[in-house]
């Protein structure tokens, strides 16, 4: 009977000691997640050092135990999620969960944590096996939202199985949010996904809307998200592609404020500024093209540069079949021209680093210059200086772009893609098109 109760007291004590050491973990957890609720901005720069510290100091406590503990399951579970809060992988969290697992197959947040050091080491299908095993236990939203995750990062042979992963990943993700619809990760990662499948599946303007919905979500229902870097970036990323420039330069200088190491967003920031600085200049002075050489330009362009548009069968991208009346820029309204198009000749192009678009200058009859910005272009396709080109019902944006000291005023035209215009009088072939592959950072959460 004594010896009962002596083992019962044990027990009782052990199971302290190891709560006491679950709270540690989770307190470190919430030092790194909820940094910024405790430190200013200025000290970014201090973050990730100042985690490595907690880390160390909390894996010390949790060391001191090990003695005692080191064959328990809930002892192997809270050392690998300790070491599972740096964001590279650790040979010794992986071992102390794939201890853990083998000891307690049915325990979910030692397979997520798992799969989480297999995503960080680059064994993506490693990563999957654990994050499919984990469900295969117990539904949860971690699971979903890191398999969503692994699926995008999949390589698919082909595009049907491209497009199948990302209905898959989009379809986790959504359940991952459903299950806890106060969670900002979920929201994030469902944002990510959703950006994903934009890029890959069709450019669809509605997927577009969805990524920033959720992104807006996961920053409301959860601080935490507001400051988490590479939602700024990916959203900035979007942002830059629908060329909403001043929301996405805001989200370049955010996400590099909140994580200085993280180098991807002040180099976009830089870019776009340095784009949008050629551009206009290139528009206020016409490609700088001599005025001698403009209007021997300019004397060429006719309405047979029209080509096909001329034509009472010609179909617009929009399904209008008629012929188009050609249009001056100055005449053009914002938004859809339809039934008209634009004409011009080219006096300018621009090649710049980390562009989402092949850019040229387009110069009409009564020599008002345009930028035009032409998305998914193989890396070969190009108009020259000098070239005619027709755009078929334009679509035209105003530009008024603020970012700290600097502002840009100017108008656009959008082209989807290269085959909707006409250079030179002639189509472009399909090689000319390529869809736009835009890198953004994926969370190991």
Known sequence: MAEEEKSSTESVENKDELQILKELVDDLYKFRDCYFET???????????????????????????????????????????????????????????????????????????????????????????????????????????????????????????????MMESVDLARQAVQMDVSDGTSWFVLGNTYVSLFFNCGQNPQVSQQALSAYSKSESVDKASSCCPELHYNRATLLQFEEMYTSALTGYSRAAALDPDFKDPQTREKQLLEYLDKVTDLIQNKGKVKARCLRKMLSTLNTSALGPCSSPQFRSPTGRVGSLEPRTISALTHG???????????????????????????????????????????????????????????????????????????????????????????????????????SYKPQHE
């Open 39 to 165: 430190h200013s901005i200025e000290e970014a720069g201090r973050k990730q050092s100042d985690v490595a510290e907690q880390m160390e100091q909390t894996l010390k406590k949790v060391e001191e135990k090990e003695e005692r503990f080191k064959h328990k399951v809930e002892f192997l579970l809270l050392k690998g999620s300790c070491l599972n809060v740096a964001p590279h992988f650790s040979a010794a969290a992986e071992e102390c969960l794939s201890r853990a697992v083998k000891l307690e197959p049915g325990l979910v947040e030692g397979w997520n944590m798992l799969g989480e050091q297999y995503w960080k080491k680059g064994d993506l299908i490693g990563a999957k096996n654990c994050f499919t095993g984990a469900l295969q236990q117990s539904k949860n939203k971690v699971s979903l939202r890191s398999l969503s995750m692994v699926l995008r990062q999949l390589p698919a042979p082909d595009g049907d199985t491209l497009m199948k992963q």
């Open 336 to 438: 859809h021209n339809a039934g008209v198009a634009a004409l011009g000749k080219v006096v300018f192009s621009l090649a710049s680093e980390g562009r989402m678009a092949f850019t040229f200058g387009m110069v009409d009859s009564e020599e008002t210059c345009i930028v035009v910005m032409v998305y998914n272009t193989a890396n070969s396709w190009g108009v020259l200086i000098g070239d005619s080109v027709v755009i078929p019902e334009p679509q035209v944006k105003r530009h008024s772009i603020t970012h700290k000291d600097k502002s840009y005023d100017f108008r656009s035209i959008r082209v989807a893609s290269p085959l909707l215009l006409i250079v030179n009088g002639r189509r472009q072939n399909a090689q000319s098109q390529i869809i736009t592959s835009v």
